[in-house]
């Protein structure tokens, strides 16, 4: 079993809906990051949290360290939003784990 | 905005050749790190570095890998006796202040072993 799990794997989108991406994971952590990688690879980082709820623009991310679930919210999708997400821990193993991501693709 | 910059951006290598991949990190970070993408798989962690020493690594990192920071701007990882499995993108990244920071990252290096 993964230790980091992203759901869906997958996901289509009208251009303005509202996305969610969710990642559980069975580590103790310190905390999670959520990136996301464009096409041609390059990899952003979009936010790092350890509790609570962080907004960026359009994005919000949001923790829940006692059920272990982080959401990634996308509010009225574009299609430049297009690309995969990644969930990512630090575990408390002193080590990075990272979630297989979500590959969005908004249409227009 | 500083950016961390990587190079090459794509190698090409023999298997069994020797290959160091470079990275230079965003100037006043502290905290360097290395991993690798095997194509269509999830990123992994390879290694972390603070203070001219290695500050964690994982299983994957084992003797045929080393890093180095030679100088006070360019932070490299090289691969001795490159195998077909080496074949990944690497990608760098550097925090100012540990794990629990932001991690900003290159662009990545495509390293492709023949």
């Known amino acids: 079993k993964n230790e980091v799990e992203q759901s869906p794997q997958n996901l289509t989108a009208q251009e303005g809906e509202f996305i969610t991406i969710n990642c559980s994971y069975s580590?103790?952590?310190?905390?999670l990051h959520w990136l996301q990688q464009h096409p041609g690879g390059g990899i952003v980082s979009l936010f790092m949290l350890s509790s609570g709820k962080k907004k960026h623009g359009r994005l919000i991310a949001t923790i829940n360290i006692q059920e272990k679930h982080s959401s990634l919210h996308i509010t009225a999708s574009h299609p430049r939003d297009s690309a995969v997400y990644i969930c990512a821990v630090r575990s408390n193993n002193n080590d990075m784990r990272f979630g297989a991501g979500t590959r969005l693709t908004v249409k227009p | 905005e500083p950016e961390v910059t990587q190079t090459p951006s794509h190698q090409v290598t023999q298997m069994g050749q020797e290959v160091i991949l470079r990275c230079v990190p965003i100037s006043n970070h502290l905290y360097f790190y290395w991993y690798r993408q095997i194509l269509g798989q999830k990123v992994e962690f390879l290694v972390s570095?603070?203070?001219?020493?290695?500050?964690?690594k994982s299983e994957i990192f084992d003797d045929q890998f080393s890093v180095e920071r030679p100088d006070g701007s360019n932070f490299t990882l090289k691969i001795r006796s490159t195998k077909l499995e080496d074949s990944a993108m690497y990608f760098c990244?550097?925090?100012?202040?540990?794990?629990?920071?932001?991690?900003?990252f290159g662009d990545g290096t495509r390293l492709s072993i023949l």
């Open positions: 580590v103790g952590i310190s905390a």
């Open positions: 570095f603070y203070n001219n020493e290695i500050s964690e």
């Open positions: 990244a550097s925090t100012e202040g540990g794990w629990d920071q932001p991690q900003h």
